[in-house]
């Protein structure tokens, strides 16, 4: 678009929308991207076979012309889409004005980028490989100063951008005890009655969609022999009847929470004092 908005352009794109500011990214037919930075939630399905061309304007303003087919006519090529050949066999070009606006460079976005395609095939690779279940420390939300965590289980479905899996609450010490605020707080309570099942009305603690680049640490220790050892534990002394807590071994504590805060200072939001 920022190469081709002054110029006629008519070609056969796929289109991924974004519904709450209607933004369009289109992607040449093929090559849609695995991930892509936005926020999941905010995106509509791709849409195949979709067509798009704009034409040119001296005003800031341009004209996106959308229409599901493309057409080879003199007058689509020209840039006379309303005036097309065939409108009464592909339907009528539908006009919107539109305004370009230029997205300046993200080194922040562009890190969590990599950063998730990196760890996605990590995560895939120790679910296949690791016994059991594992913990991973998430970045929640800027006010959140203190990691959360999040089990990868057998039951974990991994996609392009996010994988579902169980994400855990903080355990306090004494009742009103505001966790939020305190970075090194590792202690979190994994109920008994946790549900797996998706969709489902239980009254269990059940599984939501987390974003690749908001995992920051895998909670996994590969020795040098190759074996890979938890680097969390269950706190026998504060664990009841009907919940665990874990929290992160003394031998991997500081290192594991250092990660952490790294990967979200670079990433995502720095720490408030």
Avoid at 16 to 42: A, V
Avoid at 109 to 123: C, K, M, N, V
Avoid at 194 to 221: A, D, F, M, R, W
């Amino acid at each position: 678009m920022k190469e081709h908005h002054s110029t006629v352009s008519h070609t056969y794109h796929e289109a991924l929308h974004q519904i709450d500011k209607r933004e369009y990214h289109y992607f040449p037919r093929g090559t849609f991207l695995s991930y892509h930075p936005r926020i999941p939630k905010k995106l509509s399905a791709v849409k195949p076979y979709y067509t798009f061309a704009v034409k040119r304007s001296e005003e800031l303003e341009k004209i996106l012309y959308q229409r599901k087919h493309y057409c080879p006519c003199p007058n689509c090529l020209s840039g006379n889409f309303l005036q097309c050949f065939y409108i009464g066999f592909l339907g009528q070009w539908n006009a919107e004005e539109m305004v370009i606006n230029y997205k300046t460079d993200n080194p922040a976005a562009d890190i969590r980028r990599e950063h998730a395609a990196t760890i996605h095939p990590q995560l895939v690779e120790f679910q296949q490989t690791f016994r059991g279940s594992f913990f991973v420390a998430i970045y929640e939300n800027e006010d959140l100063q203190r990691p959360t965590f999040a089990e990868i289980s057998p039951f974990s479905k991994f996609h392009d951008v996010r994988v579902r899996c169980i994400v855990f609450p903080a355990y306090l010490h004494q009742p009103g005890e505001n966790a939020d605020f305190y970075c090194n707080h590792n202690h979190f309570s994994v109920p008994n009655n946790c549900c797996y099942k998706h969709p489902c009305n239980c009254p269990g603690l059940h599984t939501q969609l987390v974003e690749y680049s908001k995992i920051l640490v895998i909670c996994i220790h590969r020795s040098t022999a190759g074996n890979m050892v938890s680097t969390i534990a269950c706190d026998t002394s504060l664990s009841s009847p009907h919940f665990k807590v874990f929290k992160f071994k003394k031998e991997y504590e500081a290192q594991q929470l250092t990660d952490y805060k790294n990967n979200r200072i670079r990433m995502h939001a720095p720490y408030k004092i």
